[in-house]
């Protein structure tokens, strides 16, 4: 619970320096001192306040919580000033246009998001740029103190065997699942119809009728863009599909407007906003071909013909994952889903990178099919939307293998122990580094904010 609230608090820890609304009758003081920072009692309302708008609860006194978290943190930011870690903006971009989507999408738009924080959208956005890229410092520090920890077999042994029969980890049901997907035939009238509405708009923008940002926030069916004018921010080619990335980066005016481009995502016009090197920052308007429930029933049709052709012995699931599935990812893998979840964690579960599956990470309509599915068996086709580019696609799945949810043993969960005595060592080094930085590091705390039960000894120095 206490490293969830840890976590907890570097993630909303971005509005630590946030005025709100509510708390504009409070008189603000330095509650404690943690080296050159000092942590105000601002600092601690409005995280609380934060925590508290997402629906979350404190497992005890925030009053003392919320403090003793800012002072860890603090400790971490000095000691990348000291190690001279740099976060450059394009690192912390999408994370800071993820963070006023939710805000937005909580409060309902942004003039009330504009406001409940007494500022402009500019402001709050350069405030949570700046809290951002202190918290991607932190976990570069982290990682550096951690990122080598390295465990033998005999240490899983040793940690199971200290392990209370009755207190053994319960590991829940992991499947393995192989997927077909196929796309429904858009109309050509669709497409026809798409590419006339994007023919208009780059017109309106040639002749000066319309600004193109107010365009792509009106129709653009990138949601996330379409509230930045369609604005991407700084990218690398790497970071774009490759058809966007050639027009993108062949575009020279920023007064000019792009062929129409065809990618997995839909149809796309670009405009040109900078080049810096080799990263370039556009527009864009995204629209997606929408698919009729005639043509979802068609290729519904097609799939379970498949199926049946499969069921029937002509061809086996695998082979017709490579070489009718629609979905490159797992076509390559002969059908087989890999398990991405966390994958951009540093602390990624044991399961990332497999093919094994929590049902709570399967995609909603993959769980549901598999429910109830024998091992071998393979479902009707179904209808779902393709989380990576919001298509609407039909599949069907064969489930490969299921392990019941059981508790623990050596020889079946050696990687679910192995993660877990990897990250009982890193909080021993994390730890252990804290304590250290308390000894090293000049700290004072306000006489009326020491009556606390805090987590960790050291914060009253001698």
Known sequence: MKRFFFLLICLTGFL?????QAQSNVIDEVIWVVGDDAILLSDVENTRLSVEMQGQRFPGDPYCMIPEQLAIQKLFLHQAKLDSVEISDSEV??????QINYV???????????????????????????????QEAIKKVQQGLIGNVKITPSEVRSFYKRIPEDSLPYISTTVEVEIITMEPTVALEEIDNIKSKLRDYTEQVTSGKMQFSTLARAYSDDKESATR???????????????????????????????????????????????RGDRINVR??????????????AATQKLDSVRNDIVAGKFTFEEGATYISYDKDTRNNRGLMVNTMNVNNPNPTPRTGTSRFEMSELPPEIAKAVNTMQVGEISPAFSMINAKNNKEIVAIVKLKSRVEGHKASLSEDFQALKSMVE????????NNWIAQKQKETYIRINDNWKNCDFERDGWFQK
Request: proline content about 3%.
């Open 16 to 20: 630590s320096q946030v005025r709100l």
């Open 104 to 134: 937005i999408s909580r409060l309902g738009s942004q003039e009330k998001l504009e406001e409940y924080f007494n500022k402009s959208i500019n402001a709050y956005r350069e405030e949570l740029r700046t809290n951002l890229k202190e």
């Open 93 to 98: 971009y999408s994370g800071v246009e993820r």
């Open 229 to 275: 004018g369609g604005e991407l921010g700084f990218r690398g080619k790497a970071e774009l599909v490759p058809e966007f990335a050639a027009v993108a980066f062949d575009l020279n005016d920023p007064k000019r407007v792009s062929r129409i481009v065809e990618t997995e995502y839909g149809y796309h016009i670009i405009q040109l906003i900078e080049k």
């Open 423 to 430: 990250d009982e060592k890193r909080d021993e080094i994390l």
């Open 284 to 297: 864009h308007i995204l629209i997606r071909p929408r698919v009729t429930k005639e043509e979802i029933a």
